[in-house]
T-cell receptor, first 113, second 114 residues
């Protein structure tokens, strides 16, 4: 059973650019959640995908968007990058939505200059 | 809305016990506990779903008091490997059930020294 994987590990972008981050969920999991974690802070919920549909969104602007594919892997896209977008982006997969535990991937460290 | 954790930081010697609290101003339906080591992803510890529920594995246990809207994590006979930042995450209520769309707490830094 493979765990949650994310790519790339690190990324440096310039303000105004666009970025795509990728996540492969744990085998058998159909739900993926994305979180943003700024340095010294707890993770903040961006959105969740369940069976290829967005299933809830946190307080993030529309320039944060996502996709989930039939194999339940997922992408996070951020347009018009701002300096404050610099953070660790974590995806977490779970067997189901609802009250199931989530397993986090190692994260993508995004730096916006 | 963000749950408040206390204490913010705690330093222990190996073998000592610690309690970390997580309090919410909103009704709690589920509480998830995670430990995160520096530079790593959060690692799932346990989830509590019902008021008054207690859970545990090994020397780490937790309680969930629905009336007080708080959860506590208990670490007994701490080991060096327990060091890290502990986060509670509270699940949203949606369509009649708790969800795992989590709002994470402020975090508690735990350092266990030899």
């Amino acid at each position: 059973e493979t765990g949650v994987t994310q790519s790339p590990t690190h990324l440096i972008k310039t303000r105004g650019q666009q970025v795509t981050l990728r996540c492969s969920s744990q085998s058998g999991h159909n739900t993926v959640s994305w979180y943003q974690q700024a340095l010294g802070q707890g993770p903040q919920f961006i959105f969740q995908y369940y069976r290829e549909e967005e299933n809830g969104r946190g307080n993030f602007p529309p320039r944060f968007s996502g996709l989930q594919f039939p194999n339940y892997s997922s992408e996070l896209n951020v347009n018009a990058l701002e300096l404050d977008d610099s953070a660790l982006y974590l995806c977490a997969s779970s067997l189901w939505t609802g009250h199931y535990e989530q397993y986090f991937g190692p994260g993508t460290r995004l730096t916006v200059t | 809305q963000q749950p408040v954790q206390s204490p913010q930081a705690v330093i222990l010697r190996e073998g000592e016990d610690a309690v970390i609290n997580c309090s919410s101003s909103k009704a709690l339906y589920s509480v998830h506990w995670y430990r995160q080591k520096h530079g790593e992803a959060p690692v799932f510890l346990m989830i509590l779903l019902k008021g008054g529920e207690q859970k545990g594995h090994d020397k780490i246990s937790a309680s969930f008091n629905e009336k007080k809207q708080q959860s506590s994590l208990y670490l007994t006979a701490s080991q060096l490997s327990y060091s890290g930042t502990y986060f509670c995450g509270t699940g949203w209520w949606n369509y009649g059930g708790a969800t795992n769309k989590l709002i994470f707490g402020t975090g508690t830094l735990l350092a266990v020294q030899p």
